[in-house]
């Protein structure tokens, strides 16, 4: 069997392989996507459910004097905003992806630049670092990346 001959078998094989391949990126896509929006899901609603319970920031060990910057003067308004805007909505935009809605690689997307967001404004405001904001920029990245993946392939 010559090399020319061998070319059409090649190409053949790879068109029934490359729906498989799609499926199972698809899949690890969403699964990749469902684990980080848990992560800081489950993480947002303790940290701000936390914080509207102890607003001065007690059960989390924050110091009151993190807010010397911002316009609060204890944790309950920061509590409510993460509660929602991380917790509730990582939690929604996880059950898209459970009942596989069209719109959820778009609002995985949206997410991740609430989180992104919600790290640099929190930075901007408290004017201290810790590292668990590069832990979560970090995982704001990667969610806005796998949500962009996800709408690529999705399309495709």
């Avoid at 914080?51 to 004097?65: C, F, K, R, T």
């Avoid at 929604?92 to 790290?119: D, N, R, S, Y």
């Amino acid at each position: 069997m010559g090399l020319s001959e061998k070319i059409p078998n090649f190409i053949q094989a790879n068109e029934r392989i490359m729906p498989l391949f799609a499926g199972v990126m698809k899949m690890l896509l969403n699964i990749v996507a469902a684990a980080l929006l848990l992560f800081n899901g489950i993480g947002a609603l303790y940290g701000g459910w936390s914080l509207m319970a102890y607003p001065d920031g007690s059960n989390l060990q924050l110091p009151i004097e993190w807010l010397e910057h911002t316009p609060f003067s204890d944790f309950l308004i920061p509590g409510i905003i993460l509660f929602i805007a991380n917790g509730l909505c990582s939690i929604f935009v996880f059950a898209t992806l459970l009942i596989k809605h069209k719109k959820a690689p778009l609002l995985v997307m949206a997410q991740g630049v609430i989180l992104m967001g919600w790290i640099v404004v929190q930075i901007l405001l408290v004017q201290k670092y810790h590292p668990l904001q590069l832990i979560l920029g970090t995982v704001g990245v990667a969610i806005l990346a796998t949500g962009w993946l996800m709408h690529r392939t999705s399309r495709s």
